[in-house]
């Protein structure tokens, strides 16, 4: 049995001092949670996300661990970490004492067990790092035990040493109890008939047995499997020709020609033109000229009988074979990758330059998740040019991913486009014209050229909208007013003096649609620092965007907010889409003034005494909702007649066709009544004015419907872009029942689909898909040239089928008329029966009443005359 002795006084000494110093060198993390209230000064603790671990290499538990948790970074990684994200950094709360550390590298300290209450922590001063890395060697331990007390036994400290861990086959079975996925996970969507939905569900009583239902496997014409490796032979054979060829050489000699006309004398001219013979001539063929020249006069000649008779005959009922053939795609490797295509829109004065809106290909959930790659990463808008399918010519930096964008028609250097984040931005591309035009100049007429040779010039946006003053939902849709009339602030078309498009139109889920004007507000009064301001020189644009609207930058808010009330019930709807009535203006004043991009014209707006009020405009716009209703209403504003304030008044008419949301509202540009209207599984064709429905309305299909564009060379075909990646052709006057034709596209979903007239002999169609690749495709001659009279036959279709609907409606009204007279009559019978049922019950009642009183009468006068006595 061993006992325990004390140490010495000198011992003691010694050991407590060495406690001591090691306790100031470094917390022993036996200390706990005491130590995590105290800590020392030259220690942080700090929370490092795991892309702030990948990005130095300490990540918890691979990089660092608890048996060797240390890690040296360098001191630039950290400052240039903290330059570039800012506040982002995990390291922006220590930043000006990493500043002030003399050395290079700091260390930094795996802490797993959360002694100063955070996973890491970093040293901030170097003779702690020292102490920590190279810890101070312990004195003779053996000099506190007293060499003359050999009789008891004395508790020597020792510093424990480390061993290697030996496996005994533990981790073995852990590895095989942790369930690990081989192959990524399944998804099944299940559906049932849509004959089915919303019907009244039945239960019943079945036995487990016949509970078995047999999942039979089939064919996935999406799904192939790609062949790796094939086993081919081949054998090369030389092809011989034999060929000669000789050439007769002449002797080379110098010819030449002359004539001289042979004419008759006068005295000759006068004998040929009195001759008999000259008489008989003319006297002859003069029938045949006259019918000749009748002919010239009635038809004309040089037209090509051909063309006219082959054009004839793919009218109406002629059947097409022709397909939509590709021409040209495009992707870019960087700016595509996992994105998809919001939108498309071809430059209206550029002949072959197309842009498209590239989007991050995320759900709401996964936005939320990932919101740190999207403010790294910019979005852009992608500028393609068919001559160079490989290199982008133009990006536009957009604040946030852009839905929809719209040039603007009178001004096509000017883009506006509305963002996921609710604002709206403006782009002025003035000073890469050459370059849009130009794709072999490889940037060298454009002021701002890329420092690679290849790479397409990067154009910060304008202006962008103040997002507290704007929509509080993702825009999706933007389009600009046109510029025969602009909209006062009550809601009023007034003269556009300037004939320039001033004014947007946005809309977004947020039940609102909302009215921009770009010129600048109206100043009442201009203060003296303002002068002062003006008065100095301008500072230099470090970006090199244009000052075009410097005006609006995070000042920008909308002049009339349009809400839409539902129609009978309480709350708003929430629009996607919307289309404007196509109004245009007849000036008798001559040229228009020239578009002025400077700060004095634009920037002021004109008085109300120079705005005449337009009484022709229509202020009616179609508005597509998200809830799949089509509703009619009107943007003019209504004044209060008690309180003076102005409203939005609620719609006039609403349509319920669709299941989902409504992705397509479009007018068609041969007539301007017809509106195209696309969603869930079907879409329909309204006529503006008819109240009573669609005049053309398709079946349902199997496959979801993304998105409609109409022809803009033929009245009778419009494009319908569907979930599976395919495009279906619809020729009115071919058949209204099925699409003419069906063409597979992609193996992604349709998102976008644009048609354009490159030439009389070229039109192209833009279809972009999910995975972010925009495919160009050439129209045939079957779709893109209009047979004779075409217009006239689909207006007429469009009468026939307006004439059908109002048919049925008074059909209708006649029915629920005679049915309403039928109920009134069979009403009045039955209550004429009733009636006459109570007249019976009462006379009746009448005569059991009177007959009782007869025989109380009748008693009473027996009893008087003692005829009848009491025991009677």
């Known amino acids: 049995m061993s006992t325990k002795t004390s140490l010495s006084p000198e011992a003691t000494k010694k050991k407590g001092k060495a406690g001591k ?38 990540r918890a538990d691979e990089d660092v661990t608890g048996e060797n948790p240390y890690k040296l970074i360098k001191k630039e990684d950290i400052v240039q970490d903290m330059k570039t994200r800012a506040a982002v950094s995990d390291f922006s709360p220590v930043k000006q004492r990493v500043l002030e550390y003399p050395e290079d590298e700091l260390l930094l300290v795996f802490d797993r067990d959360f002694t100063f209450g955070q996973s890491f922590y970093l040293v901030l001063t170097v003779e702690a790092k020292e102490n920590i890395l190279k810890p101070p060697v312990q004195g003779d331990e053996e000099e506190l035990i007293d060499d003359d007390d050999d009789e008891e036994d004395v508790i020597v400290p020792k510093t424990p040493e480390h061993h290697p861990w030996i496996s005994l086959g533990s981790e073995q079975e852990i590895e095989e109890e942790t369930v690990t996925h081989t192959r990524p996970r399944l998804m099944y969507k299940f559906s049932r008939p849509r004959r089915d939905f919303c019907s009244p569900v039945r239960f019943s009583d079945r036995s487990a047995q016949d509970g078995f239902v047999e999942c039979l496997s089939y064919q996935d014409k999406r799904f192939n499997i790609t062949e790796l490796e094939r086993h081919t032979a081949a054998q090369t054979v030389h092809h011989t020709t034999d060929s000669s060829t000789q050439t007769l050489w002449r002797y080379p000699k110098n010819t030449w020609t002359q004539y001289e006309p042979r004419e008759f004398s006068p005295e000759e001219k006068k004998h040929q033109l009195q001759s008999e013979n000259m008489k008989n001539f003319i006297t002859s063929v003069l029938i045949r000229i006259d019918v000749a020249l009748q002919q010239n006069c009635i038809m004309n000649v040089f037209s090509d009988d051909w063309t006219a008779l082959s054009e004839d005959d793919s009218a109406p009922t002629g059947k097409t074979k022709s397909q939509l053939k590709e021409y040209q795609s495009f992707t870019d490797l960087n700016l595509s990758k996992e994105k998809t295509i919001s939108h498309i829109q071809w430059h209206p004065s550029i002949s072959g330059v197309i842009a498209v809106a590239m989007t991050e290909r995320f759900t709401l959930e996964e936005r939320i998740d990932n919101s740190t790659k999207l403010l790294l990463n910019p979005s852009y808008i992608l500028f393609w040019n068919l001559s160079d399918p490989i290199n982008p010519q133009l990006q536009l930096e957009c604040p946030d991913d852009v839905l929809s964008f719209q040039f603007c028609p009178s001004d096509p250097n000017i883009i506006a486009g509305g963002c996921f984040n609710g604002q709206i931005a ?3 591309v003035s000073a890469h014209v050459d370059k849009l035009q130009d794709t072999r100049s490889d940037g060298k007429n454009i002021s701002h050229a890329p420092n690679k040779k290849n790479d397409a010039p990067v154009v ?3 202006a962008v909208s103040a997002i507290e003053n704007g929509h509080k939902s993702p825009i999706t849709d933007v389009q600009w007013l046109p510029e025969t009339f602009e909209v006062s602030r009550y ?16 809309c977004a889920p947020d039940s609102c649609v909302l009215f921009w004007d770009v010129r600048a507000p109206r100043v009442v009064s201009q203060s003296l620092t ?4 003006k008065s100095e020189k301008p500072l230099e644009n470090p970006h090199g965007v244009p000052d075009t609207f410097k005006h609006l930058n995070l000042t920008w808010k909308p002049f009339i907010r ?8 309480s709350g708003e709807y929430s629009p996607l889409k919307f289309s404007l009535t196509d109004n245009t203006v007849d000036y008798s004043t001559g040229e228009r003034p020239a578009h002025s991009t400077g700060e004095g014209e634009e920037g002021s707006v004109p008085s109300a005494k120079q705005q005449n009020p337009l009484e022709h405009i229509s202020t009616k716009l179609y508005v597509g909702t998200e809830d799949g209703e089509l509703v009619y209403t009107d943007w003019k504003m209504e004044k209060d007649k008690e309180s003076g304030r102005l409203f939005s008044p609620r719609p006039t008419r609403r349509f319920i066709l669709y299941d989902t949301l409504i992705n397509t509202v479009s007018r068609s540009p041969f007539f301007k009544d017809i509106i195209l209207t696309v969603g869930s599984w079907r879409f329909a064709v309204f006529k503006e004015g008819l109240t009573n429905g669609s005049i053309l309305q398709s079946r349902c299909s199997q496959i979801m419907y993304t998105v409609g564009h109409w022809s803009p060379s033929r009245p009778a075909v419009f494009f319908i872009g569907k979930e599976d990646g395919s495009v279906e052709v619809w020729d009115l006057l071919e058949k209204s029942h099925e699409p003419s034709l069906t063409q597979n596209i992609s193996t992604a979903s349709i998102t976008s689909v644009k048609a354009k007239s490159i030439s009389l002999k070229q039109h192209l169609l833009a279809v972009s898909d999910r995975l972010g690749t925009l495919h160009i495709l050439q129209i ?35 029915h629920d008329n005679a049915k309403k007279e039928t109920d009134t009559e069979e009403q009045r019978k039955k209550a004429e029966s009733v009636s006459h049922q109570k007249h ?33």
């Not at 809601?491 to 946005?506: A, D, K």
């Open 840 to 872: 019976e019950e009462e006379a009746n009642a009448e005569a059991q009443r009177e007959y009782e009183e007869y025989l109380n009468l009748e008693k009473m006068i027996l009893k008087d005359t003692y005829l009848l006595t009491a025991d009677l």
């Open 780 to 814: 045939p001659w079957t779709l893109r040239r209009p047979s004779a009279n075409e217009m006239q036959i689909v207006k007429k279709y469009f009468e026939r089928e307006e004439e059908r609907l109002n048919y049925f409606e008074k059909r209708q009204t006649r």
């Open 21 to 58: 110093k090691n306790e100031d060198n470094f917390p022993s993390p036996e200390a706990g949670a005491a130590e995590s209230h105290s800590r020392p000064d030259y220690i942080f603790p700090l929370v490092l996300t795991s892309i702030t671990q990948e990005l130095f290499g300490c």
């Open 460 to 462: 910060r946006y304008c």
């Open 530 to 533: 303002d002068m002062k301001k």
């Open 491 to 506: 809601g009023i078309p007034v003269e556009n003096s300037s004939h320039m498009c001033v004014q947007i139109v946005t």
């Open 562 to 569: 349009v809400s839409l009330f539902k129609i009978g019930s």
């Open 426 to 428: 403006l782009w002025d």
